[in-house]
C-alpha cells in the first residue's frame, strides 16, 4: 500500500516514523531507501516534516519503506539537476549549458593520492602552499636560490651591486 506523509521522528540508523496526514496513522520506525547499501553505501538525511512517499506492507502495515521526499515546489529548469543546504551552500549542474556551480557556505576539505585538473585555473584570492611550487620549467625554491644569490655588475657607480639584502 502506498502512503503519503510527513516525517515525524527519526532515529540513529536512519529509519523514520511517518504519519499518514489522511488517516493519521504512523509507522513504526522504517527504513529510508538509499541508492547504496552494501559495499558502496550512501546516507542522506530526511528533514523531520518533510513529506514522503512510503510503501507498506499490505499484511503488517507496520513493515515498510519510505521512498524518498516528494518535491511539491515548483521545479525550475528542467536541465538543472541541484541540492541546496539550509545554511546556503549549493551544488548546481547544469547539463545544458554543461557548467557545475559550488558555493560552500565553509570549506571544501579534499584528499587524494593525486589531482589532475585540465584546463585553466582562475584563482580570485591567495594561494598558500606548504610545498614547493613548480611548472615545467622548474621550482619557485630554484628561482628564489638564484635571485637571492646572484649580482649586478651595473648601477653601483659601474661597480657590482653585490648580493640582494632581503630573500625573496
Known amino acids: 500500500m502506498l502512503m503519503f506523509g510527513r516525517i515525524t521522528n527519526y532515529d540513529d540508523c536512519g529509519r523514520v516514523v511517518v504519519e499518514s496526514e489522511e488517516t493519521g496513522f504512523k509507522t513504526d520506525f522504517i ?8 559495499k558502496d553505501k550512501s546516507a542522506g538525511t530526511i528533514d523531520i516534516n518533510s513529506f514522503v512517499a512510503v510503501l507498506l506492507d499490505d499484511i503488517n502495515p507496520m513493515n515498510g519503506v519510505c521512498l524518498g521526499a516528494v518535491n511539491t515546489l515548483p521545479r525550475g529548469d528542467i536541465d538543472k539537476k541541484y541540492y541546496t543546504f539550509m545554511d546556503g551552500t549549493h551544488f548546481e549542474y547544469d547539463r545544458a549549458e554543461h557548467v557545475l556551480t559550488a558555493e560552500v557556505k565553509g ?27 613548480s611548472d615545467k620549467k622548474g ?30
Do not use: F
Open 31 to 38: 527504513p529510508i531507501l538509499v541508492s547504496n547499501a552494501d
Open 107 to 133: 570549506e571544501i576539505s579534499a584528499s587524494a593520492t593525486k589531482t589532475t585538473l585540465n584546463g585553466d585555473l582562475y584563482v580570485n584570492g591567495n594561494i598558500i602552499c606548504s610545498e614547493d611550487v
Open 139 to 168: 621550482t619557485m625554491q630554484a628561482i628564489r636560490d638564484w635571485a637571492n644569490q646572484h649580482s649586478h655588475l651595473n648601477g653601483n657607480n659601474g661597480g657590482n651591486t653585490g648580493t640582494p639584502t632581503v630573500g625573496i
